[in-house]
């Protein structure tokens, strides 16, 4: 195997052409391009999935356009709460962590958790020991303060009203995430959220759960989801588009479509996922208006898509 797939995707939504303004077009495409590139860096020196995957989203978690790390939505009691994990599809490893706070990568943390302790998942204040152990520095409040996420959150402050990153008239989920492979055949995935604004009573998504919103196998595929993460959680998303290909030997595309196009909507789900197979095809699929989401293959021009048109 001598080639590389990046796919990358930073939340899925109604994202219409109509509603962006030209400067925050050229912001999203640039932080997606800086992205991909990041990832796509790692590959091409021949570095393995994982690391590449790692590098992609710390750089969109670095971006407060997008609801994971820096950007994270204010929860109900205005602080942040984030979730992330990561898989490595060589020997279905996985980390992941849920309900974080002030940890500048989290899908670092959720490597972390795989590497250095015998579980898959930690959360909360047990997650943090593990970072304060780990030696995570703690960034404070401001690091993660954005004015308009803000301002979001005070619209629903109070209520019981539980919104996605942005509301019904802008709405999309800005969770990041990454699939890779590798030069040596390996596939990684991983993915990082804030979650919801206005979030409660220690909620959380697909986003940290291993076979919903992350997974990666070497002999099926690698998937990064986004959207209602409820919906993701009762499909077992990730792991289903897995399964149609080992099973019904369904290629990655029609395995996608399956998913996103006809299962997740029985169920009323939105959203979308970025998947890559180990012959690295890359699917894009979303059912939303659109998905922030980007792709390169090695040798060839890199892709950056927001609209579904
Ligand atoms: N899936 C994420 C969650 O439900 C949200 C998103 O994709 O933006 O936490």
């Not at 909620?203 to 919903?212: E, H, K, L, Q, T």
Request: negative net charge; hydrophobic residues 40%.
């Amino acid at each position: 195997m001598s080639t590389y797939s990046l796919a990358i995707h930073g939340g899925a939504g109604t994202i219409l052409r109509s509603a962006m303004s030209p400067d925050k077009e050229i912001a999203y495409t640039q932080a997606l391009q800086a992205a991909l590139h990041a990832g796509e860096e790692v590959l091409r020196q021949g570095g393995v999935a994982l690391d590449a995957v790692v590098a992609a989203v710390s750089s969109l978690e670095d971006c407060p356009l997008f609801n994971a790390g820096r950007g994270a939505v204010f929860n109900a009691v205005g602080g942040h709460e984030m979730d992330a994990s990561i898989m490595d599809g060589s020997n279905r490893m996985a980390g992941a962590v849920a309900g974080i706070q002030g940890i500048r990568n989290p899908i670092r943390l959720a490597r972390e958790v795989m590497e250095h302790t015998e579980h898959v998942l930690l959360i909360s204040d047990g997650a943090m020991a593990f970072a304060d152990a780990r030696g995570y520095e703690r960034m404070p409040a401001d690091y993660f303060h954005d004015d308009f996420r803000y301002a979001q959150w005070k619209e629903v402050q109070g209520t019981e009203a539980v919104q996605l990153d942005h509301t019904v008239k802008d709405r999309k989920f800005g969770t990041v995430g990454a699939v890779a492979l590798d030069v040596h055949g390996h596939l990684a995935a991983g993915t990082s959220t804030g979650g919801m604004t206005n979030k409660k009573f220690g909620r959380v998504g697909d986003s940290p759960v291993i076979g919903a919103g992350t997974w990666a196998w070497d002999r099926t595929c690698a998937i990064s989801c986004t959207g209602s993460g409820e919906y993701f959680l009762r499909g077992v998303v990730a792991y289903d588009v897995s399964c149609l290909m080992e099973y019904r030997g369904l290629s990655l595309e029609a395995a996608c479509q399956e998913v996103i196009h006809k299962r997740l909507l029985e169920i009323n789900g939105d959203g979308g996922l970025i998947a890559i197979d180990r012959q690295g095809n890359i699917a894009l699929p979303f059912n939303t208006e659109g998905m922030y989401r980007a792709s390169v293959r090695a040798g060839e021009a890199p892709f950056v898509g927001i609209y579904g048109d």
